[in-house]
């Protein structure tokens, strides 16, 4: 079945790395992705790794992707508190012919102290 | 931002009444979708669109339709608004990005059925 699962809030003081996870069940998926979601707001794309690599950095963000254990995450460098918000993973399982079938996580609630 | 906007940004109504949600863009794009939020359930798909007079449903379909006469607009309707579909509406459309598919989200309708 498709079933995408995060913890639901992860709370770090300003400075500190964060590592928000993320479990998919379909291994076929081709794209993963993260969304950021501030209050109020719609969902941002922040970034999104294709399935044949394990790993991708794009400035402050790094994603990893373990298909062996269908796990994937997104480390944060250097936390500020605008990170504050809601983190969602997505992933487009196998059989999707024409469109995108993006199923999400129920969301990551991320607080940044000062 | 992809050029989506969405009307009415807020919306409260009574239950058994018909309610019309607008997504409108501006760049042309194929492919349009409509979601819901809840807490607890993340982003859940109600229906899509691949082209003008081309629709097909999500998986959480019941109680929607949908129109699409122009490229630009895709409303979502609520035949007769229930309780259960107080959320918060968003809009999407996706595009291909360096391989990869991606979607761009507008900044929501939030709504109440009292």
């Known amino acids: 079945g498709e079933d995408v699962e995060q913890s639901l809030f992860l709370s770090v003081r300003e400075g500190d790395s964060s590592v928000i996870n993320c479990t998919y069940t379909?291994?076929?998926?081709?794209?993963l992705y993260w969304y950021k979601q501030e209050p109020g707001a719609g969902l941002q794309l922040l970034t999104y790794?294709?399935?044949?690599?394990d790993m991708k950095q794009d400035q402050r963000l790094t994603v990893l992707l373990n298909k062996k254990d269908k796990h994937l995450s997104l480390r944060i460098a250097d936390t500020q508190t605008g990170d504050s918000a809601i983190y969602f993973c997505?992933?487009?399982?196998?059989?999707?012919?024409?469109?995108?079938?993006?199923?999400f996580g129920t969301g990551t609630r991320l607080l940044v102290s000062p | 931002d992809a050029g989506i906007t969405q009307s009415p940004r807020h919306k409260v109504t009574e239950t058994g009444t018909p309610v019309t949600l607008r997504c409108h863009q501006t760049e042309n794009h194929r492919y349009m979708y409509w979601y819901r939020q809840d807490p607890g359930h993340g982003l859940r798909l109600i229906h899509y669109s691949y082209g003008v007079k081309d629709t097909d449903k999500g998986e959480v379909s019941d109680g929607y339709s949908v129109s699409r006469s122009k490229t630009e607009d895709f409303l979502l309707t609520l035949e007769s608004a229930t309780s259960s579909q107080t959320s918060v509406y968003f809009c999407a459309i996706s595009e291909s990005e360096g391989g990869a598919d991606t979607q761009y989200f507008g900044p929501g309708t939030r709504l109440t059925v009292l």
């Open positions: 997505a992933e487009i399982p196998s059989g999707n012919t024409g469109f995108q079938k993006l199923v």
């Open positions: 790794i294709f399935s044949n690599m």
């Open positions: 379909d291994s076929s998926s081709t794209y």
